[in-house]
């Protein structure tokens, strides 16, 4: 399960397409693992995306301990796009909670609960 916090920004208030920013982090195995995030935007009204994480390990040997990493990553769709994300190549649930309009995902700091 992945959750994150969603925006959308729009260059003016008719458009119908404009830029997302999903912003969140993950837990991996060890500090040894690096984590890639991808967007990939598909359809004809550009309508469907992927968001595709992958997590590689980088040694060896590592200490076994959990460490949360932070992504961010924004891509142009439409505004009702529909978005879920993959782990590994394989589908995974994405939680995504609206940003406050306010809110820069740019800097942002995240408390979530479940």
């Known amino acids: 399960r992945i959750t994150a916090k969603h925006q959308f920004k729009a260059p003016s208030a008719a458009a119908t397409v404009g830029q997302h920013i999903v912003a969140g982090q993950i837990d991996l195995p060890t500090p040894c693992y690096l984590l890639d995030t991808k967007a990939n935007v598909s ?17 060896d040997v590592c200490a076994q301990t959990v ?6 990553v924004d891509f142009v769709a439409s505004k009702d796009a529909v978005i879920t994300a993959t782990w590994n190549g394989k589908k995974a649930i994405l939680n995504l909670i609206p940003a406050g309009a306010n809110e820069d995902l740019n800097n942002f700091e995240l408390f979530i609960k479940g």
């Open 43 to 59: 359809g004809t009204s550009q309508n469907q995306v992927v968001l595709a994480f992958t997590a590689t390990t980088q040694g």
């Open 67 to 72: 460490t949360t990493e932070r992504f961010k």
